[in-house]
Every structure is written in C-alpha cells, then in structure tokens.
C-alpha cells in the first residue's frame, strides 16, 4: 500500500499562482497524474508525468499554464498552476499507478490522495 497527502490548495485571485504537492509514502516507479473534479462535474485528467519525468501529458485547458513535474529523491510529485481561472476551481487529486507507462484514465490508477480545494476568485 501506498499512501498520498496532497498540499499547497488555497484561495487565490484570478492571474495568481499555486503549487500543489503530492508526497508518497515510499518510493515509488509508477506513473502519476493530477485530477480534479469541480462541483456537479466528472473527474477529469489535468496533467499526468511517467516514471522517470521524461515524458508528460496536459489537458488542453491548462497547457501553457500548469507544469508537472517529480522528485523521485523526496517521493513527491508537484503541479505548478500559474495564470489561475475561475474555471480552474475543483479539488484536485494526485494519482499513482503500479505500472510505468503515463496514463490519461482514472480508473487504471491504483492509489489516490483526499484531495485538496483550489479556488480561483475572480
């Protein structure tokens, strides 16, 4: 078992900036991603990296603004989000999965994080 603690949600003006951080609680080789998920939507893929960071993917919305990235050294994966919209409000959501290869579909991914709240106030 693995777990995932996110940090760094908040409330913050449109234009503005916030980093999300995904600790684990051992070291990890699988893929991860970012999800979020706003009131009365589906959950939706924002940014997903594989196992040794070479290779990321972003939704179309936030290529250009968001950046994935992974510490393998302090089991941490991060989400720099900068130009912040009202319509990027949601819980976002870290993701691990057992295998290497990056992956777009929540439901191949194996472990979860509680999710924390990102508000962007317009």
């Known amino acids: 078992q693995v777990q995932l603690v996110e940090f760094g949600g908040g409330l913050v003006q449109a234009g503005g900036s916030l980093r999300l951080s995904c600790a684990t609680s051992?070291?990890?080789?699988?893929?991860m991603a970012w999800f979020r998920q706003a009131p009365g939507k589906e959950r939706e893929i924002v940014a997903a990296?594989?196992?040794?960071?070479?290779?990321?993917y972003y939704e179309d919305s936030v290529r250009g603004r968001f950046t994935i990235s992974r510490d393998s050294a302090k089991n941490t994966m991060y989400l720099q989000m900068n130009g912040l919209k009202p319509e990027d409000t949601a819980v976002y959501y870290c993701?691990?999965?057992?295998?290497?290869?990056?992956?777009?579909?929540?439901?191949?991914?194996?472990?979860w994080g509680q999710g924390t709240q990102v508000t962007v106030s317009s």
């Open positions: 990296i594989n196992w040794s960071g070479g290779s990321t």
């Open positions: 051992r070291r990890t080789l699988g893929a």
């Open positions: 993701a691990l999965k057992n295998t290497l290869d990056l992956d777009l579909t929540p439901n191949n991914y194996d472990f």
